[in-house]
Structures are given as C-alpha cells and as structure tokens.
T-cell receptor, first 112, second 116 residues
Framework: KNEVEQSPQNLTAQEGEFITINCSYS?????LHWLQQHPGGGIVSLFM???GKKKHGRLIATINIQEKHSSLHITASHPRDSAVYIC??????????????FGKGTKLTVNP | DTEVTQTPKHLVMGMTNKKSLKCEQH?????MYWYKQKAKKPPELMFV???????INESVPSRFSPECPNSSLLNLHLHALQPEDSALYLC???????????????FGEGSWLTVV
C-alpha cells in the first residue's frame, strides 16, 4: 500500500466550479506539501502544512493530523489551473533527517 | 532569487555517450536532490546531498553519478545509459534536511532526457 493516497486520480471541471482534491497518508509525518506540476515539467510548491489551514488567493489547503488527511481546494476554478496536483509528505527519518514521499498525483482539467 | 535552474532543458544522448545534467541555486540551501520522473508517475528520489556530502542514494545504478562541487551546484553525470532511463530529471533544494532548519522545497523545471 502506498504511504500517500490521493483522490481522485483524474478530475474534469467546468470553469468556475469549486474543486477538492484529497490526500490521505498512513504514517507519522513532519509536514505535508501540495505541489503543482504543469505539462512542461516544472514543479511548484503551493503549500507546506503541518497543522490547520492555509490560503493563497483562490487556493486553500487544510490538514487534519489526527485523521492523517489533507485537502486542497480551488475556488472559482479557471482553465489555467489545469495541471497535476501532487500531495507529498515529509517522513521522519533516522538522525533527524526527513524524506519526501509523493502521492501519485491528481490530473485536473478545467474546461472553459 | 527563489529559483532552481537546470540545464539543459532537453538532452538526447546515445547509449555510449557521456553527458551531464546541471543544477544551480543561490538561495543558500544546504540540501539538494535529484529526482527521476517517468510519464504519468510521481517523482522518484535518486540522490540527496546535505552540506555537499551524499546523504541518500536510493540504490541508483552506477551509470548515474552525482556530484556536488559546492553548495550552489549539483551535477548528475550520465554514462552508458539505457533507453529506459529516458525521463524527466528534476533537481530540488531545501534549506536543510533537518527539521529545525525549515522544510520549504523548491524544484527546477527539469531536464528532459531521451536515450536512443
């Protein structure tokens, strides 16, 4: 079983719709990242969370440490939001080091 | 400057060639990473450097050879690659590997490698 599970795998929405992408993880983590990857390849870190909720523009990310669950919400979605959204968790390692483990990603397509 | 710069953006190489991928950051980050990403898959960690020393090697074949000549530069030397090594190679950096130093991570745009 993958340590990080994302759903849905693919998501198609109409412009303006409210979008939610979910991430569940099975191990103790130090923090969780939501990343965005466009077809060109580069990855952008949208949020890094260790508790609570963060908001940036139309994007909102929440995390529930007890439930081992995080959600990424996009309000008033736009075609330029079309990308792959990846949940990645920082796992505690030996000696205080940490390792990033990725979910399989959610491919979002927003149609005009 | 919050950029991680990777060169080249595209590379086509034969199986007998020797080439290198380069990564540079000027954010003062002391942890740098190489990831490999195949189509429609998440990135897979290859190597981690911490304070210019190799910290993690995820059992990567020796035809991939990382090098960290200084705190701003990370290279990936390629030799005798196979067609299945064709992928997007992503470099990333973060302030430190350790919890007390912060965990923000920055990725480069990647280098698309095709082995023919």
């Amino acid at each position: 079983k993958n340590e990080v599970e994302q759903s849905p795998q693919n998501l198609t929405a109409q412009e303006g719709e409210f979008i939610t992408i979910n991430c569940s993880y099975s191990v103790g983590i130090s923090a969780l990242h939501w990343l965005q990857q466009h077809p060109g390849g580069g990855i952008v870190s949208l949020f890094m969370l260790s508790s609570g909720k963060k908001k940036h523009g139309r994007l909102i990310a929440t995390i529930n440490i007890q439930e081992k669950h995080s959600s990424l919400h996009i309000t008033a979605s736009h075609p330029r939001d079309s990308a792959v959204y990846i949940c990645a968790v920082l796992l505690r390692g030996q000696g205080g080091s940490e390792k990033l483990v990725f979910g399989k990603g959610t491919k979002l397509t927003v149609n005009p | 400057d919050t950029e991680v710069t990777q060169t080249p953006k595209h590379l086509v190489m034969g199986m007998t060639n020797k080439k290198s991928l380069k990564c540079e950051q000027h954010m003062g980050h002391r942890a740098m990473y190489w990831y490999k990403q195949k189509a429609k898959k998440p990135p897979e960690l290859m190597f981690v450097y911490s304070y210019e020393k190799l910290s993690i090697n995820e059992s990567v074949p020796s035809r991939f050879s990382p090098e960290c000549p200084n705190s701003s530069l990370l290279n990936l030397h390629l030799h005798a690659l196979q067609p299945e090594d064709s992928a997007l190679y992503l470099c990333a950096s973060s302030p430190s590997l350790y919890r007390d130093r912060g965990r923000a991570i920055y990725f480069g745009e990647g280098s698309w490698l095709t082995v023919v």
